[in-house]
Antibody
Framework: EVQLVESGGGLVQPGRSLRLSCAASGFTFDDYAMHWVRQAPGKGLEWVSGIYWNSDYTGYADSVKGRFTISRDNAKNSLFLQMNSLRTEDTAFYYC?????????????WGQGTLVTVSS | QSALTQPRSVSGPPGQSVTISCTGTSSDVGGYNYVSWYQQDPGKAPKVVIYDVTKRPSGVPDRFSGSKSGNTASLTISGLQAEDEADYYCCSYAGSYIWVFGGGTKLTVL
């Protein structure tokens, strides 16, 4: 059974940093690209970042480019999101997301999400 | 990167059909056959109902169908049922390892 378990969320002041982690199991992690998608409370979904299976390619939404860094450790079946210079508008649930196939562009498994609250 | 444009809400009585549009540009929806649709119930993680514009995952009823014309993709739900009431989001690949979601549409079954 595919499982994606996020951790690392919490309350942080504007301008500070936070690192999210996602522990993956139930599939061959290094066969798949992985993504982060966020959702502010009561708002819509926003794709944040993605990383190719071997880290050769990464992508970022304009809203986080230059502040967030996605990475992965295939030996530990783990995905990370380093978030620097946090802003109040970064407050959201952050979901770790797996695509359907190694080369597909849709997302068929989502974690339960971890809440990041940016507030002074 | 701009969010794809969806209507804020749609509604219909049980048994009827509704269509939700998703308008982008030639750089996203119009440029790739990689549009997917997600159904989200309150407090739950999204669930994919259509991928690659027209494909339906196993377990999703054939009442759900997808299409695309130019820069606009559409999700049609026929034979509306009460359990279809949810928020729906479109998503498209936008090139250069970038994806973009729509703003979401609330479906109400009257």
């Amino acid at each position: 059974e595919v499982q994606l378990v996020e951790s690392g969320g919490g309350l942080v002041q504007p301008g500070r940093s936070l690192r999210l982690s996602c522990a993956a199991s139930g599939f061959t992690f290094d066969d798949y690209a992985m993504h982060w998608v966020r959702q502010a409370p009561g708002k819509g979904l926003e794709w944040v970042s993605g990383i190719y299976w071997n880290s050769d390619y990464t992508g970022y939404a304009d809203s986080v480019k230059g502040r967030f860094t996605i990475s992965r450790d295939n030996a530990k079946n783990s995905l990370f999101l380093q978030m620097n210079s946090l802003r109040t508008e970064d407050t959201a649930f952050y979901y770790c997301v797996k695509p359907r196939h190694s080369s597909s562009s849709d997302f068929d498994y989502w974690g339960q999400g971890t809440l990041v609250t940016v507030s002074s | 990167q701009s969010a794809l444009t969806q209507p804020r809400s749609v509604s219909g009585p049980p048994g009827q059909s509704v269509t939700i549009s998703c308008t982008g540009t030639s750089s996203d929806v119009g440029g790739y056959n990689y549009v997917s649709w997600y159904q989200q119930d309150p407090g739950k993680a999204p669930k994919v109902v259509i991928y690659d514009v027209t494909k339906r995952p196993s377990g999703v009823p054939d009442r759900f169908s997808g299409s695309k014309s130019g820069n606009t993709a559409s999700l049609t739900i026929s034979g509306l049922q009460a359990e279809d009431e949810a928020d729906y989001y479109c998503c498209s690949y936008a090139g250069s390892y970038i994806w973009v979601f729509g703003g979401g549409t609330k479906l109400t079954v009257l």
